[in-house]
């Protein structure tokens, strides 16, 4: 199994971006997916995640900023950001059971 994430750059306070995981050897469809993020010098956080049946929940903090959504036919997962800020830097993950990518860098300057 493999997962990818990207899409991550460095972006004004404000701003948006869109990450997408991409997996191979294991179907979206059928797992639950996660986003995380690690700040420098912070631990992982959660940041949401969308569910087998397309369920998503968020970070209460992140509620209305950030969106999950999910395409099959692709097998990839996406998480849209709007309105960033400079607190939302870091490296961002995705996760499928005890499978993660290897994450894609957030920088949102201010």
């Known amino acids: 199994v493999q997962l990818q994430a990207s899409g991550g750059g460095l972006v004004q306070a404000g701003g948006s971006l869109r990450l997408s995981c991409a997996a191979s050897g294991i179907f979206f469809g059928s797992n639950g997916i996660g986003w995380y993020r690690q700040a420098p010098g912070e631990q992982r956080e959660w940041v949401g995640g969308i569910s087998r049946t397309g369920i998503t929940n968020y970070a209460g903090s992140l509620k209305g900023r950030f969106t999950i959504s999910r395409d099959s036919a692709k097998n990839t997962v996406s998480l849209q950001m709007n309105n960033l800020k400079p607190e939302d830097t870091g490296v961002y993950y995705c996760?499928?059971?005890?499978?993660w990518g290897q994450g894609t860098l957030v920088t949102v300057s201010s």
């Open positions: 996760s499928v059971q005890h499978y």
